[in-house]
């Protein structure tokens, strides 16, 4: 009699538990996962297609899906810390195959070797570059996004992808990378101007 | 092929990449408590490692008649089951090592070691498959055990193997071995701080084992991955 | 009368602070002292907060003292004055008087030695015209805030807010600075003219002049200029005398000392009532007004043991520090320290020719005995120190483990937007950790994050517009092929009814032949270019490869 | 000449954390004269030892983890430990007890968990409380004020004893803690007044009746009276050369106190009053010298009160209701695992963040 | 949709619980007598260690009664007591006891006691005393537990019944005196009270159960 009573006991609650859950199961169904627009969010958006995807929201849906979260070049291992906070996988170092963590560049285009072939202009995948055919073209500083995918296409090599200059107010307070002058103690204070010598850069910070 | 190289992680996985003790750092309750000896490590690691294949087998055989949204309180069900049946057995055929293990035994119901690999490995596997990864991710447990035993066996008490006829029988008195006879043991290792240190210890020479492999593997060539163009050009 | 005022008058006390060395007495015992003039001028275009003016002038140009050489453009901006007549050499980048020392646009004037000026003008009666034309005046004679930061004064005072306190700063709290000290003692009279000018054009609020007891002398001069003002002014007016104690005279700090009152976190003293300014600011606005002067020069204490006459001097704007340097006599050592400001707040500099600006109040060169270089950073030791002196009351010790963990987020929670970088934190740091630097750059790293994720999402929205529009494009190219097709089936169709009834040749159009076109001729040179370098760089390459594999 | 490129703010006020730690050193001296004068030369050959373990400890670790050598060693945060273990411990435990009690100060509380700055808890009681709960015989073993032995121990006496544990002549260690007591012919082995007074309230004696004994002096545990004065006398150095501040020594000793004359207004002769508990154990080591190590305990001035108040309501629970001796070391390192918490909670509000937001 | 999902859910799950204690019972059934048999065996084994196999001849183990006294046995609960015959001889009385003072709470202990009053022996079954000090009345750590073996208590007064520190014949520890005290004092008492009561105690009923025989020698 126990035996049988400890069966149906456990069972009936067990039913009563999967009752409940099959309930819940439906009624606070969660409605669908925004993770690939926060993977994407975390992208730096160059579209580089460094990643083997065409662009960053495809790579954001790869994400998603279970690839690796160490193919960014541009967003280096920054974004990677991020994308691993954000999905709970470990934060690989940068798999190099794709390429490596370089300063920010911007494309530059010599325009007096600019053939105005548009191939250019097609490349670039945040129409940051203007022009028209057979006229020179240029590129809108502010909007290109470095990812240098208009330098191949160019069949008269007039791109250059050139670091993006510091100006004072976006100086990043990195003495060490001030170069140390070693200057002639009796020119330097007289008006004219020591030619300063480049040596290490002994900083202190 | 491809099996015997899924075999081969499965064994790297349990053993060592993802020991559940050592990486996974599940199940900590009884390991920390128990592993006073050798034998409490060893019977208290077959113990799990008894519950790990019976359940990851079971669970991975019924996974398909287990819809999702129940699948955690089923799971608790089949691991409640098989430690429950262990402790019977143990307290009807080990009666010493039982009354040593004590309370811990029921406590493996709640070793997460055992319901995360339900949920992330059996659920997903064919049943041999699940019981092979049972098989070897109890057996990295139950070798973190023994080892953590045979430390603080060593440092607390200068012994190894004591009382090791309470999970083996009369003959295995036999194995009991006075390495070092103390004066004064040094009784941390035996009390619970001794199984904190001596466990953080023995996750930082593993650690350390994975930096120097990881400095020593030779750099491979960097094959250089297809780039996608973004645009038709 | 002041005096009693003053005293009685509640003072608050903010938390931490520090009482370091104060030694002002090395450069405060001399006149301000007026300088030869150099033999070039760098004058930025910017010296202040915010974007630069438009250049109106080219090289070549002869200007006069106090010409304006830029106007404010359609994105504002302060104007800045020829210090004096001279000739534009160039308008060139020149290193900059900031921490960076990254070169900016200057103007180089090179100095005729005649010192002309322009026609000042005054505005005779200011307490009867408009606040508008007042801060119109201020803003054309370039006046930027004179204590720091350089915040354009015009733009500062322009406030619908109704403030209700203005408080003229004369704390000069950090050590060594004496510009604002001896500025009060020898135009004590100007700058209380120059507070009540600026009280006008707030709408006459009550005026504080807060100044540290440790200037007694400046405190006398200021009580004497006050007792000769009329019985409403000097209702008006007030001085009060507030405890050493650094960073008293920072504007957040000295408003809580004498209102007891906090400006609110990411908003402006203006918020809740109150407007300060520096004297020296002061002095300016009162020069400009009553004597039609732009901002051309401002005081700039010379002092630091290495200098065998420190002093005050009138500093043209865009003079050369080196010349301020030889002035006062500066004998370098080996590891010369020249630090822009002052030894808590300032910055060092390597290149002397950088000039004088609006904001520079003070050059320091410390010989390596009276200020010791820096010692290797240790390791925290969570004493607490730090956390006791904070005037922010924020958390030195969390930042500096959060900035070294680069945890954006974390900073941001533990208010390091609220740090003023006084300094008070690594100054009593026991491991000497330089807490600001980390701050600092913590702030502009997540400057820098801002600004990329602002750009990202720029660049995502053009991605996607470039994609619907290349979708859009398909579509309707696949649309007119389709109606393409069909006209071309129609016209198949139609000429093969057409070609029943007569056969008709029809003359095939020539393509148009333009070989002779200049253009073509340079895209083929141009291709022929970028083939000649490609095969060049891969016959680079090889030879590197084979060098590789052979080594 | 080249010029120097550094970091606002260029002054710095002269006080590294060498010199706090040599002050602190210099404080503790007081203290340990007066533990010298009454039991002997055993502090002081605790203190060599394990320094000099301390010392080569550190420098070993530090080459193995490619640290700089000079930095650390200098700044005298591991001498410090070692002396705050070594005159934490019966004088005349043998060597091998502050050889394994200082390895794991330095070795695992402290360099383990990343240096100075890093560590939890506090090292010396870290290696203490290892110490008591593994040797507890040894940690035990108090030798009993020098008005009061029978032996008079020489220095070559102590020495024989430090590492062999029996005097030249041969008595043993036990024997030379015997006491006899004037009231009473019996001999008695010494322990600590605390310890002592546990075991007498335990056999049915009244306090009243218990302090009658020659090892008390009145008011609290002879000998070690002088003791915890001199660690009064040293702390209050520290305090009047700013190296530490109030918060921590008097919330310590206030709350101490403050429980102490609670339990006696209950049970005056069941429970040791206030004068007892300040100055009969290490009340005044801790409140000074140990609560006071910056590292592990709580950073703002609320925080410190907190954390102090914390150490000496712990301190009274567990000399009144634990199982072990002594208290410190444990209220010690339960209230640093509180650290992280208290500073959470102890935060000072920041500039402008207290009335209504913008 | 919502019934259906309930209802499939529901009905899996109770199917699960229902062959999991369906096998339980099976395997509990199996293994009871084995588990009642080895349970028996461990305080037997014990029971034997104080009072000879050779000098009793009745089933000790369930010639048992429960007592309840907690002046003499140190504890408000029933303790049960073994009763040891020869025949019908009284041979001896093995009794369950407590002293409540020891330096970490209660100790628990094992008595026997021959009907003259003489100890025949006495065990530790469980304690908290600090480890390295009080824990050496384990009979694993120190044979001091051995040395009650064949003592007599006389009385209440009895001078020798304390530790040599306080004037008796038995060791304390080096470090802890508080332990050996309470022991001492807990197996005078229950020794005092089995040879005042011995006769009572041999005639009452047998009326343990297993559940409160557990020796758990922990």
Known sequence: MSILSGILVLAGLALLFGLILGFAAIRFKVESDPLVDQIDEILPQTQCGQCGYPGCRPYAEAIANGDDINKCPPGGEATIQKLSDLTGREAKPLDAAHGVEDVKKVAYIREDECIGCTKCIQACPVDAIMGANRQMHTVIADECTGCDLCVEPCPVDCIDMLPVTTKPERWRWQLDSIPVTVVDATQALPEQKAEPKEEHSGSQV | MSNVNEYKTLTANGLWENNPALVQLLGLCPLLAVTGTVTNGLGLGIATLLVLMGSNITVSLVRDWVPNEIRIPVFVIVIATFVTLIELLMNAFTYGLYTALGIFIPLIVTNCAIIGRAEAYASKNPWHKAGFDGFVMGLGFALVLVLLGGLREIIGQGTLFDGADLLLGPWAASLRMELIQFDYPLLVAILPPGAFIGLGLIIAVKNGIDLQRKRRAAKQPIAKAQRARVTSQ | ?551 | MSFYIASSPHAHQRRTTQHIMLWVLLALIPGLAAQCYFFGWGPLLQITVAVTVALITEAVILIVREKPLRATLGDFSAVVTAVLLAISIPPLAPWWVIVIGTLFSIGIVKHVYGGIGQNVFNPAMAGYVLLLISFPVQMTSWMPPSTLATFELNFIDSLWLFFTQYTSEGYSLEQVRLIELTQSLDAIVMATPLDEIKTQLSQGYTLTEIKRSDVFSGIAGTGWLWVNLGYLVGGLLLLYKRIIQWHIPVALLASLAFFAALGSLFAADQLPGVSLHLLSGGAMLAAFFIATDPVSAATSNRGKLVYAALIGMLIYIIRTWGGYPDAIAFAVLLANMCVPVIDYYTRPRAYGHGGKAL | MIFSSMKRNGIILAAFAAVATALLIAVQWATADRIAAQQRNEVMRTLNELVPRSTYSNDLYRDCTLVTNPDALGIDSAQPVYRARDNNNHVALVVRTTAPDGYSGAIHLLVAIAPSGTILGSRVLQHRETPGLGDKIELRKSDWILSFTNQRVNGENDPRWAVRRDGGAFDQFTGATITPRAVINAIQRTALWAQANSNALFTAPANCDAATQGVGNE
Request: proline share 7%; aromatic share 4%.
């Open chain 3, 1 to 551: 009368m002041s005096k009693q005022a003053s005293n009685a008058v509640q003072l608050w006390d903010f938390p931490g602070g520090i009482h370091p060395p104060e030694r002002k007495q090395l450069a405060n015992r001399t006149p301000i002292a007026h300088l030869p003039l150099p033999s070039v001028l760098y004058i930025p275009l910017r010296q202040h907060l915010g974007s630069a003016g438009n250049i109106l002038v080219q090289p070549g140009d002869t200007v006069l003292r106090g010409q304006a050489l830029t106007e404010p453009g359609h994105t504002g901006g302060l104007p800045v004055h020829a210090p004096t007549s001279g000739t534009v050499q160039a308008i060139i980048d020149h290193p900059s008087n900031h921490p960076s020392m990254l070169a900016e646009p200057c103007i180089q004037l090179i100095p005729d030695g005649l010192h002309n000026s322009v026609a000042f003008e005054p505005i005779s009666n200011p307490f009867e015209a408009t606040a508008l034309s007042l801060l119109q005046h201020i803003q054309q004679a370039g006046i930027a805030g004179m204590g720091g930061a350089g915040f354009p004064t015009a733009q500062k005072l322009a406030q619908s807010r109704r403030i209700e306190l203005l408080i003229i700063n004369g704390v000069e709290c950090e050590p060594y600075i004496v510009s604002d000290d001896r500025l009060m003692r020898e135009h004590a009279a100007t700058i209380v003219r120059g507070s009540l000018l600026i009280g006008h054009i707030l709408g006459n609020p009550a005026i504080v002049i807060a100044v540290e007891d440790n200037k007694p002398e400046a405190i006398q001069a200021l009580e004497h200029a006050l007792t000769q003002l009329d019985s409403q002014q000097a209702e008006q007016i007030s001085l009060r005398v507030v405890p050493t104690k650094y960073p008293s005279g920072g504007e957040k700090q000295l408003i809580q000392v004498l209102t007891g009152k906090q400006v609110p976190a990411r908003g402006y003293p203006a918020h809740i009532g109150i407007i300060m300014q520096n004297v020296g600011t002061a002095f300016a606005v009162a020069r400009a007004i009553d004597h039609g002067e732009p901002l051309m020069e401002r005081v700039v204490t010379l002092t630091g043991e290495a200098f065998a006459q420190p002093g005050t001097v009138w500093g043209l704007l865009g003079t050369p520090i080196a010349h301020l340097l030889t002035h006062a006599g500066l004998q370098t050592e080996a590891q010369q320290r020249i630090i822009v400001g002052g030894p808590m707040m300032g910055f060092t500099v390597t290149d002397l020719q950088i000039p004088i600006t609006k904001t520079t109040n003070c050059l320091l060169a410390p010989t390596t005995t009276e200020i010791p270089a820096k010692r290797q950073e240790l390791a925290c030791i969570r004493c607490g120190a730090c956390e006791q002196v904070c005037p922010a009351s924020i958390l030195p010790q969390q930042l500096y483990w959060l900035a070294r963990a680069k945890d954006h987020d974390g900073l941001a929670q533990h208010h390091l937007s609220d740090c003023i970088e006084c300094g008070a934190c690594a100054y009593v740091c026991p491991s000497e950790i330089p807490l600001v630097h980390y701050y600092r750059q913590a702030k502009a790293d997540i400057r820098e994050a801002h600004i990329e994720q602002q750009k990202a999402e720029i660049a995502r929205q053009r991605f996607e517009a470039r994609q619907a529009r290349l979708q859009r494009e398909k579509e309707e190219r696949l649309e007119r092929h389709r109606q393409a097709a069909e006209a071309r089936q129609k016209a198949l169709a139609a000429r093969e009814r057409e070609h029943a009834q007569q056969a008709e040749p029809a003359a095939p159009n020539a393509p148009a032949a333009a070989s002779d076109d200049p253009q073509k001729a340079k895209v083929a040179a141009a291709i022929a270019r970028a083939k000649a370098k490609k095969a060049a760089q891969q016959v680079q390459q090889q030879s590197q490869q084979g060098d590789s594999e052979s080594s």
